[in-house]
Every structure is written in structure tokens, then in C-alpha cells.
């Protein structure tokens, strides 16, 4: 079956603030299912470009640097910005580096991005930007759901990557 690619996937926002529970449910898991499918995994199986795209370790290490835009984000949307900045990444060489220390790198940024939503008053899911890509008007919550969708998509890669190794 053929997965929709991620940049023509169309997203609809105005999530009720009842969802956002949820979200980060998701958003807390995806480090638990990382580790899930790696393990046991040799390394150099998981620096390995497929197909021209990422490693498995690039992939996790991109949704490191993912929470910190969303995070930023997140601030924007607060500090009432019209439109949120483009994401700029600067990746690092995750290759180079052991699975666990990119994954404790993802953890260590995801535990301070929940934390960010977690302390959100209630006023604050109200506010809105818009999303420079997309362009449309996004809330903390539909960030959330973008973010969580996100992870699934990377997760899904990572799983593919694997495939081809068994």
C-alpha cells in the first residue's frame, strides 16, 4: 500500500482545547517506540541512508529539532505573532553518534516541549497563528496534532527502513 507523502498530506485545524490530552498523550509515547524498535538493532544498520533518505538516526534526531521550532512556536503564537517563522534546522551529524545518545537527545527536548504545553492556561489554547507552510490558522492544539501526526510519519519511516533489514 502506498503512503500518502508527507508534504501532500492536508491537515484541518480548529481543534476543540478537549483534544489536547491526547495529543500529548501521543507526543509522550513516541520515545518509548523509538527505543521499541530499534532495540537490538546494530548501529550501523541505523546510520544507514536508504534510498537516498535519512538514517533511522536522522530521523529521530529531526524530531528533536522539530520540538524545539514547536516550541518556539508555541511562544510566538503567545507573543501574538500574525505569522509563525519559517522552521530552520541545523542538523547535526546524529550518524556519528550512538542510538541511544540520539534518542536521550529526543527525550531530553520532548520532556521540555510537554512541558511547555503542560503549562498553557487555558486562554493560551485560544491563540493563533498562522503556520508559514501550510498557511493556515493553528492553535497550541492543532501545533500539537501537527507534532503528533509528524512523529507518526517519522515512526512510520523509521519502520520502513527497518523492513528492508529483515
Not at 507523502?5 to 489536547?20: E, H, K, N, V, Y
Amino acid at each position: 500500500m502506498k503512503k500518502l507523502a508527507w508534504f501532500d498530506r492536508q491537515f484541518t485545524f480548529g481543534l476543540p482545547s478537549g483534544m489536547l490530552p491526547f495529543y500529548l498523550e501521543r507526543l509522550s509515547g513516541t520515545a518509548w517506540r523509538m527505543e521499541a524498535k530499534v532495540k537490538g538493532i546494530a548501529d550501523e544498520i541505523l546510520s544507514e541512508r536508504w534510498n537516498d533518505k535519512w538514517s533511522v538516526k536522522q530521523n529521530i534526531g529531526h524530531l528533536a529539532e522539530v520540538d524545539e521550532v514547536a516550541s518556539q512556536r508555541i511562544d510566538q503564537m503567545l507573543q501574538g505573532a500574525e505569522v509563525m517563522a519559517p522552521a530552520v534546522f541545523e542538523p547535526r551529524d546524529y550518524n556519528a553518534m550512538s542510538v541511544q545518545d540520539v534518542i536521550a537527545y529526543f527525550r531530553e527536548g520532548r520532556l521540555k516541549h510537554l512541558a511547555k504545553y503542560s503549562s498553557l492556561r487555558d486562554e493560551d489554547l485560544l491563540v493563533s497563528s498562522i503556520h508559514p507552510r501550510l498557511k493556515q490558522r493553528m492553535t497550541p492544539i492543532d501545533l500539537a496534532f501537527f507534532d503528533a501526526e509528524h512523529d507518526d510519519h517519522h515512526l512510520l519511516m523509521i519502520s520502513e527502513i527497518l523492513a528492508q533489514h529483515t
